[in-house]
């Protein structure tokens, strides 16, 4: 407990002479947005800053180029991996707070590293590109970038403190209907009309949404509706997201969207196609061993875990995708504009708020401290790795990437 207690005032004592460069780093990132795959930048600055202080950096990971791992100690086992998202919204810039996870993240590898014994394990920075809109988590693990990490770690900027939020597995789906075209007004009667597929597509789905489960989703837009309103759309397509907390029961809506469009199809006279656009994000398997050291540390920092609604507000990452592999945790905390929700304006406007930057410091101390409580403490690591295998046996197997 005294040798803990020691590495944990070295950490926290690296966090606060390191914490400058942070901040400058975040305003850096939020200064100069850039969209998922596009971020060379943000990239380029993390591993700069990591490949300073004395970790192995590979910029650049298989087919993803704004990709990084970067490790430093040893041996090999054990180890934990801190995750950095650094990309940006379209036409909103950093309205999510990716820049504050990204310095979080690099921050506590390097605090991490500076204080951690010779011989006591591996830490790795993990540059994780386009969470926003590709889930570029989902391709790294296709590209076994994630080897050799045996627990991952993050933390997001929300408005809320909370240890645990589930996420929703999601599936995007492009349906299209294919009819005839023919003039409006001189011959409807020879016109297949596709677009009236697409709406009774859509009002079909209004109609389901009463008889899904509560944690269910079902949204979307449409993307072509016709050429002119004098010309009987022959070709129409849309874009629908189909989400819920277990994959299981997103499949299985999946099919009743599926029935939905095939219903508008026979209705019109009208053929149809649906496939998937994207990975299928996974739902996000809480590891609660790992989520209350965080707690505990940010509560000692002076943060209160107020909310415990794990299922309230949520939405989909491809971590995921990355929980069903290894323990990971994904903890909220609030940068103060509680009434400004991710994704909007002013969001966007609070993410470089001296309070933000506050509770980015915050992030970074917690998420090391329970690094350094993985790495040092075995009866630590064989309770999370027990509480991760029973999770996935429930689930009937962790693994579906």
Known sequence: ME???????????????????????????YEHPELGYEE????????????????????????LPTAFRAFQGGPERPSVGFLAEYDALPGLGHACGHNLIAVASAGAGAALAAALPNGAGRVFVLGT????????????????????????????????????????????????FHGKSSHAAAAPELGIN????????????NALRQQIPEDARIHGIITCGGDAPNIIPAFTEARIAVRSLEHRAMEALIERVRACAAGAAQATGCSFDMETVGPAYEGLLPNYTLAGLFEKHVEALGLVM????????????????????????????????REALPHTTGFCDAVQSEEAQRVMGIAAKALALTGLNYLIDPDIRTKVRAEFEEAGQKLGGANRS
Do not use: C, W
């Not at 770690?153 to 995007?172: D, G, Q, Y």
């Not at 909310?307 to 609030?334: A, F, Q």
């Open 129 to 176: 590109p386009a969470e926003e809109m590709h889930g570029g988590k989902i391709r790294m693990i296709q590209e076994k970038a994630f080897e050799g990490v045996e627990a991952a770690l993050m933390f997001h900027p929300s408005v809320r403190n909370a240890a645990v939020k589930r996420t929703l597995a999601m599936t995007e789906l492009k349906v299209s």
């Open 194 to 205: 596709a677009l009236d597929a697409m709406v009774l597509t859509f009002s079909a789905i």
């Open 40 to 63: 060379r930048k943000a990239a380029g600055l993390l591993g700069a800053f990591l490949k300073e202080r004395g970790f192995q950096v590979a910029a650049g990971l298989g087919s």
């Open 3 to 29: 040798q803990m207690a020691q590495l944990e005032k070295k950490v926290v004592a690296e966090m606060e002479r390191i914490f400058p460069r942070l901040v400058d780093m975040a305003r850096t990132i």
């Open 306 to 337: 107020e909310d415990h609604d794990e299922t309230g507000y949520i939405g989909s990452s491809d971590i995921g995708n990355l929980s069903r592999l290894m323990p990971v945790i994904h903890p909220e905390l609030t940068i103060g504009a």
